[in-house]
Structure formats: C-alpha cells, structure tokens
C-alpha cells in the first residue's frame, strides 16, 4: 500500500540490466515507488514531465543524449524533481556540472545495494524534513543541506567540555535571525541562559569562524562584544 509520503521515483538508465539492478535495489526499500523507466534522453524528459516524480536516478553516459543536459534543463526549467546520479562517470568536470546542478548525490558504479540504501535513506530524511519546516532557521539549513550537515557533524564531534550541540543550535538560531549584532546578555535572554553560559558558547563560535564580535565602545565602562552572523 502507498503512503502519503511515499516517495516515487523515476529511474534513468539506457542499460536495460543496470536498471533491472536499480529497480530491484528500489523495491527492497520501504517508502519508494517506482513510477518509470527511461531507457533514452528523451523518455526520460518526457515521463518526468508528465509524471513529475519526487527523485530521478539519472545516468550521464546515452547511446543519444547526455544526462547533464537533462540535469541541467530541469533546473532550468523549475522542475521540483531532484537528482541522484548514478554513473560511471568520474571526470572531475561531471562531478562540477553535477555539484552546479544541484544533484543531492552522486554515485559511481558499479552500484551496490548499500550505497544505494544510505543515500535514499539520507534523501527520505531530507524530503521529510522540508516537508515539515514551517520556518527556516540556520539549523535547519545545515540539516537539510548535505555539505552543511557534515560539516557541523564535523564540529559537533569535537566539541570541547561544557559546549553540547542542543545549546550551540540555538546560540546560531537566533544569531541568524537577527540583522543586528547582540551582547551575549541578549542573546542569553532568548536561549534561557545566563550571560557567562552565552559567552562561552559565543566565544567558542568566533574561534571556529561561525560568528563574528565586533566591539563596541560606550560612554561609560569597558567596552562591549557583540556578536553577529558572518
């Protein structure tokens, strides 16, 4: 039975036994309907066009046709269908044209089961999530965006004592959504924290370039650190 969030996808393949692989791979996985099969450039333009499918699996290399024409075309165009590629293709100019594009992955073949898996699971996430999000905030940006989210995986695993991630999200929350720079008093205020706990989270922001201090020089007493979004 199909579900509401079910994903349906449209697999762009010119190898009749490489999309048999593919479709097979699919139908393992929960939440994924196959909705076509495009053997040419051409089919494969015309059954997204028509069929409007949440994810195209794409191949670059056809008999007629280049999938990066397709890839391309569809940003073009404002298709709301994203691209994973699968390909042989491994010239760092595909892999720009790809990244330009707009791919949410990118996969070489031979295609195996498990990294087929990771990444439409990691796209399921994504799709739940931006389905989700009423409103947009620098944590959600770094979720939802692949490089963005390993990135601050990156940061998170190395988190020094007395700096946990919950807090950190929310420091980067509101500094994004403020067009003005705010004393870690401010911004201890909208997280629920003391001035001491802010600062330390803020001061750990600047030393890996998240955020930026400016200083501010009043009439009376020392002078004040701000913080503000780079």
């Known amino acids: 039975m199909m579900h509401n969030d079910t994903i349906r996808v449209v697999i762009a393949e010119d190898d009749p036994q490489n999309a048999l692989i593919q479709q097979t ?57 994203d691209v994973i590629l699968i390909t042989a293709a491994k010239e ?75 807090t950190l999200n929310k420091v980067l929350d509101v500094i994004s959504q403020q067009s003005q720079a705010l004393s870690a008093e401010q911004i201890g205020n909208d997280i629920g924290a003391s001035r001491t706990t802010a600062r330390r989270y803020l001061e750990y922001l600047v030393g890996i370039n998240k955020i930026k201090v400016q200083i501010h020089y009043g009439s009376v007493g020392r002078p004040e650190r701000l913080y503000a979004a780079i």
């Open 25 to 81: 791979y699919l139908e393992r996985l929960e939440d994924f309907e196959l909705v076509g099969i495009a053997h040419s450039i051409e089919d494969a333009q015309e059954l997204v066009s028509i069929l409007m499918p949440d994810l195209l699996l794409l191949d670059v290399y056809f008999p007629a046709g280049n999938g990066m024409q397709l890839l391309h075309q569809l940003r073009a165009n404002n298709s709301h269908t």
């Open 92 to 166: 760092v100019d595909v892999l720009k044209s790809a990244l330009h594009g707009g791919v949410f992955d990118y996969i070489l073949k031979p295609l195996v089961f498990e990294r087929l898996k990771v990444s439409l699971n990691n796209y399921q996430q994504h799709h739940a999530r931006l389905n989700t999000v009423a409103a947009i905030g620098q944590t959600d940006l770094d979720e939802l965006m692949p490089r963005l989210a390993q990135a601050t995986a990156s940061i998170n695993a190395r988190l020094p004592k007395g700096v946990d991630e919950l």
